[in-house]
């Protein structure tokens, strides 16, 4: 079962549903694969996107993807995000943030979040998070309808 999410680093709404969606893979280890996708909708958030497409060059996605969550209502407070903020939380948890500043400037990444966000924009994810589980699109958005259609997937697949 695959879970394709949008989402924008600078979201709050992805920031609450992080975890449940977490817990949900967790829930059904083995059975369940996440496909993030970006959607980086407030202005500003494309510059997120693109340190943590550079920290995957460096094998720390997952980590800063957990700092950025974490810090962001100090870096992303009321949907104006300044990544700019950012660094100094990389610098205190020892990431290598020079090399994420250089690698950031990758047009591949650019590239990337071009190819997403006209992906959303044909499946019609114009908020942020948008789920889709194996194709289907949510037909209301909640915790409840998520894992609802997750479980749906899972019992039709195994």
């Known amino acids: 079962v695959t879970i394709v999410e949008f989402m924008d680093p600078a979201c709050e709404t992805c920031s609450l549903f992080h975890p449940f969606v977490k817990d949900l893979m967790k829930k059904h280890k083995g059975k369940v694969n996440l496909v993030i996708r970006y959607a980086p909708f407030h202005q500003g958030s494309d510059v997120a996107v693109k340190i943590l497409e550079a920290a995957r060059k460096q094998g720390t996605y997952w980590g800063v993807l957990e700092l950025m969550y974490e810090s962001q209502s100090a870096w992303a407070s009321h949907h104006q995000?300044?990544?700019?903020?950012?660094?100094?939380?990389?610098?205190?948890?020892?990431?290598?943030?020079?090399?994420?500043?250089?690698?950031?400037?990758?047009?591949?990444?650019?590239?990337?979040?071009?190819?997403?966000?006209?992906?959303?924009?044909?499946?019609?994810?114009?908020?942020?998070p948008t789920f889709f589980v194996n194709g289907r699109p949510l037909t209301s958005f909640g915790y409840e309808q998520l894992q609802s259609l997750v479980e749906e997937e899972i019992t039709a697949n195994y």
């Open 81 to 128: 995000p300044q990544p700019v903020v950012l660094w100094k939380y990389l610098e205190h948890y020892k990431f290598d943030v020079a090399q994420l500043k250089k690698d950031m400037h990758d047009p591949a990444i650019t590239k990337i979040i071009a190819i997403d966000l006209a992906d959303a924009k044909l499946l019609g994810a114009n908020k942020t």
